[in-house]
């Protein structure tokens, strides 16, 4: 085993530390008092956030596809996740692992139906695959709307409350990493060289459908995980919560914290999810604000603020060495 691959390990147990340093004080704020209700409260908001955001960034970034029916995966993986945890009460299970079993049963079934609607859908492109998926969503909804399980078309209320900010907190940690694993692996490199040339991965021999249905429907399971989050904490839902708006807003926050970047996508969330509550007093203008601040990261910086840039820590060690005095090795000159 080389040096830089132990080095790169030896990184990576670092960041699960940092993250889990970062846990401890967030939670050790709640034990002593310092972090109110409220407080939690957006910071759990933020969390399946991220992970419905980071899904999408898969496909608008990573995959260079247009998607405006993202709100009708996270949809499903609500209801879905709701139905399973209210079917599975009381049958002995933890409050821990029946979140998990419902959620993960939330994440399969938007995952199918991201491989349904992908098969056929991402043969489109451009504005042709948003309009297609735009009307996924709203086929979704409509149906949710007329479907008694999931409170034809009125309130589905009686969830169990079982998301918890630190639940969500490391929901969201998993989520991501198996993220950032996919888009370094030989699978996400693939699915860039298509965004990259999709002509020339098709010429080179890559089946381009199969890796374009692969991503849509890994980004439709964590948009599904983020939805059954979400109707855990929330405790009740109904179909209008995931109309186009919905889908419009998630993608805002993709564009707005940058197309191809993980941590864009996190803080852009974490900022533009927190961004209501922020203007409770002005909640009509929120709309408002996030177009403002969508028209002047689009003139300004048209890749959002990251662009494709991802925090590495590898990297900032490095500048930290080069800057602490020591010597870099000169190129050796020509012969």
């Known amino acids: 085993m080389t040096k830089r691959r132990l080095a790169s390990y030896g990184l990576n147990l670092v960041g699960a530390a940092l993250l889990y340093a970062l846990f401890t004080l967030a939670f050790a704020c709640n034990a002593f008092g310092k972090s109110t209700t409220y407080i939690q409260g957006i910071c759990t908001t933020a969390c399946y956030t991220i992970i419905m955001v980071t899904s999408l960034n898969l496909v608008v970034g990573f995959m260079g596809e247009f998607s405006m029916g993202h709100a009708g995966f996270v949809s499903v993986g609500a209801y879905v996740s709701a139905i399973v945890s209210g079917a599975l009460a009381g049958h002995g299970l933890s409050d821990l692992a029946l979140l998990l079993v419902a959620i993960l049963a939330g994440g399969l079934a938007a995952g199918l139906m991201g491989v349904a609607v992908g098969i056929p859908a991402l043969r489109l492109r451009g504005d042709y695959l948003a309009i297609v998926t735009m009307a996924f969503a709203e086929i979704i909804r409509v149906c949710f709307c007329n479907f008694s399980i999931t409170g034809g078309g009125k309130t589905m209320s009686g969830i169990l409350k079982l998301a918890t900010f630190d639940r969500a907190f490391w929901i969201m940690a998993v989520c991501v990493t198996i993220m950032f694993l996919f888009v370094r692996s030989r699978f996400g490199r693939t699915v860039q060289a298509i965004r990259e040339d999709y002509i020339a991965a098709a010429a080179s021999g890559i089946n381009v459908t199969y890796y374009k249905v692969l991503t849509f429907a890994i980004s439709a399971f964590f948009a599904g995980i983020g939805g059954g989050v979400y109707a855990h904490y929330m405790t009740a839902m109904i179909p209008t919560n995931f109309n186009f708006n919905y889908s419009a807003e998630l993608l805002s926050e993709v564009i707005i914290g940058g197309t191809g970047s993980l941590t864009g996508s996190i ?69």
Request: positive net charge.
């Open 267 to 335: 803080i852009g969330a974490a900022f533009l999810s927190s961004l209501p509550e922020l203007m409770r007093d002005f909640s009509t203008y929120r709309m408002l604000a996030y177009s403002v601040v969508l028209v002047l990261v689009m003139l300004f910086r048209p890749g959002g603020i990251f662009g494709r840039w991802e925090f590495s820590l590898t990297r900032l060690l490095e500048g930290v060495l080069n800057k602490s005095g020591k010597p870099k090795a000169k190129a050796a000159k020509g012969a």
